[in-house]
């Protein structure tokens, strides 16, 4: 499907783009899990999130053809901020399809590179297939948030830069929604050892890639409303992040909405960084106790900071 020589190529095409984010060493997070743990700050990439590798990749590959025909993409809100900023990089097209549910923080933050944005369904899942339908009707290139290999490859050059800092890494603790991180990831992560162990975390009320893998194939679930806003909705049918998750993923586990609330508020109190839920489920993982790693190198992706204020009001009341 892809190759590590795909990795290496897209590696080399964004990195003038982006930045290689840290990976910190985390005392207190170690003592809790009683393994070394290391935390690779995708929420200081440049659009706050690791999103912008896969849109500029998708965008650098297809250049010529986004040009002629311009670009779309649905959105919970850091994706389609990516694909605002990667347009804007290279003066193409976009419109971006959001549910009326999306972030204000993430929505002011794509406004800021002037797509066309839309609005449409209470949803990702009314979204996602409104989007799908009007690149079909006008002739434009669809960008998903997680299913496309050129997304994929782009997503395991993040295991790529953590390797480099730390050779020793044996354990990868991911969020997951639809996939496309924890595949990008996982694939890399397992060329380079199979006793890589790589663990998925997903949100309890939305656990499409749980149930899915659960039951040995993709399956709509019902969804409730998350703090976890982007691993939020279902896997689009045929998505080929489930195969790459069937094979290369060791275990997916769920944390509720609780666990995603002290996490956040215990990041910013105790590791002095400001994230949203979808980055604080992997911390909340490992608050929870619900599993105890077996390896000795654990690299916690913290895959994004576009916390809305309100949700941060609300982690604060409690």
């Not at 990089?89 to 999306?102: G, P």
């Not at 998903?144 to 990868?172: G, K, V």
């Not at 489930?242 to 002290?262: A, G, H, P, T």
Request: aromatic fraction near 8%; charge should be positive.
């Amino acid at each position: 499907m892809i190759s590590l020589k795909n990795v290496f190529q897209a590696y080399f095409k964004i990195k003038n783009y982006v930045r290689k984010t840290p990976l910190d060493f985390s005392p207190i997070l170690s003592n809790i899990a009683e393994t070394n743990v290391f935390l690779k700050l995708e929420n200081y990439q440049v659009t706050g999130s690791f999103k912008i590798r896969g849109a500029l990749n998708k965008i650098i590959k297809n250049l010529n053809r986004a040009k002629k025909r311009g670009v779309i993409t649905a959105s919970t809100g850091n994706h389609g901020l990516a694909v605002a900023y990667a347009s804007k990089i290279f003066n193409v097209k976009s419109k971006i399809i959001v549910a009326t549910n999306v972030s204000k923080v993430k929505l002011n933050k794509i406004k800021q590179y002037g797509p066309e944005i839309v609005f449409h369904g209470k949803d990702y899942d009314e979204a996602e297939e409104y989007a799908e339908k009007l690149a079909e009707q006008e002739n434009l290139i669809y960008i998903s948030p997680y299913n496309d290999l050129d997304i994929i490859e782009a997503n395991a050059t993040i295991a790529l830069e953590a390797f480099t800092d730390n050779p020793d890494i044996d354990t990868f603790i991911v969020p997951i929604g639809g996939g496309g991180l924890i595949s990008g990831i996982a694939f890399f992560s397992k060329k380079v050892s199979k006793d890589i162990e790589i663990i998925g975390v997903q949100s309890e009320n939305s656990p499409a890639m749980y149930e899915s893998i659960k039951r040995g194939k993709i399956v709509r679930v019902p969804l409730k409303p998350s703090l976890a806003d982007g691993l939020h909705g279902n896997v689009e049918e045929n998505s080929i992040t489930f195969d790459f998750v069937q094979k290369y993923v060791d275990e997916i586990i769920l944390v509720s909405e609780e666990d995603i609330r002290r996490a956040i508020k215990f990041s910013l109190e105790k590791l002095g960084i400001l994230i949203e839920g979808s980055a604080a489920v992997t911390i909340a993982s490992i608050l929870n106790k619900k599993w105890k790693p077996d390896g000795k190198n654990m690299c916690l992706i913290i895959s994004g900071g576009n916390i809305d204020i309100q949700h941060v009001r609300d982690v604060f009341s409690r």
